[in-house]
């Protein structure tokens, strides 16, 4: 019943929101330990959501919405565990400034200047979003330091996949949805689901209603990954597809994996062996500590009381 209550005062606060948001009351909605989320939070959110994704704009926006709540709850989650973590958690602001140049440039700004004129454009306050990128890299920085020494990597297989692919690399530019299921029952409903929410609504939408990826804000956008990046699983699902098709659901540590192709390139190069093997080493990092990440959050959220007021 409460979260039928909420989702139903949600609906009405977005309604407002539409019409006139000026005079809109500022409500708590929900309560995470020492952290709230307000009415105001989820309509900011919402906003940034929409700056980064500006086909969310083709959507219900009470859907939307609901994207909003689901993104600022795993932002709340994460800074609870940083504070118990960190004495004073701050990042460089050199560190925060690339970290910003990655965003901007995925749609189409040239600087940060520019990034600040579009978000305030947008009604969107700069500092606020430079605090949410400050929040995931530290969380980022937390996985780090509980996980770098599970990380395995074979650096034999790397390079044999280097050696392979000496000529000519092929590479793709991809999307993903990564999701949980408890049982097989559970992850054929969840691939109907989701599958249906690709077709009809776009990977962008299904990505952001439902990835717990980092990726999912961007609508599950990545950048160029060579086919040298891959595992062989992964390799295989995406060998005969096609550009916008996307994949049945891969395992992976922590869950799974949905991917559609974006586009597709083939390069001749002059590859240097270890150049190539220092940044497949990188990828394959970030990848395991990816996979750490989705597992730890889901560990401690279910530790954590929410209350939906």
Request: proline fraction near 2%.
């Amino acid at each position: 019943m409460l979260k039928k209550n909420f989702l139903i005062c949600l609906a009405a606060i977005f309604f407002v929101f539409i019409t006139n948001s000026n005079g809109l009351e500022n409500k708590i909605l929900v309560k995470i330990e020492n952290q709230i989320i307000t009415s105001l939070d989820i309509i900011n959110e919402y906003k940034y959501l929409v700056s980064l994704n500006p086909s969310l704009k083709n959507i219900d926006k009470e859907r939307v919405a609901k994207f909003s709540k689901k993104s600022i709850i795993q932002e709340k989650i994460k800074k609870i565990e940083i504070e118990k973590n960190f004495d004073n958690p701050k990042i460089p602001e050199k560190y925060l400034e690339q970290i910003l140049k990655n965003i901007y440039s995925k749609i189409g700004l040239n600087s940060i200047n520019d990034f600040e004129k579009y978000l305030t454009s947008n009604d969107i306050n700069f500092e606020d979003v430079k605090t949410k990128l400050e929040t995931e890299a530290l969380w980022n920085e937390l996985i780090v330091i509980k996980f770098s020494s599970q990380i395995k990597i074979n650096e034999k297989s790397l390079r044999e996949k280097i050696n392979k692919n000496s000529k000519f690399l092929k590479s793709y530019l991809m999307s993903e949805i990564s999701f949980e299921a408890l049982n097989l029952k559970d992850l054929n409903d969840k691939f109907i689901e989701i599958s249906s929410a690709i077709n009809n609504e776009g990977f962008d939408f299904a990505a952001l209603k439902y990835s717990t990826s980092p990726t999912s804000n961007l609508g599950g956008k990545m950048d160029w990954i060579n086919e040298n990046s891959l595992n062989k699983t992964i390799k295989a699902a995406i060998s005969d597809l096609k550009i916008n098709d996307f994949t049945k659901p891969i395992t992976v540590p922590g869950g799974f994996l949905i991917l559609q192709i974006n586009d597709i390139k083939k390069d001749e190069v002059q590859i240097d062996v270890e150049k190539e093997l220092k940044r497949l080493i990188n990828y394959e990092k970030n990848n395991q500590l990816n996979q750490y990440s989705q597992v730890y959050f889901n560990k401690i959220k279910k530790n954590l009381q929410i209350d939906e007021l």
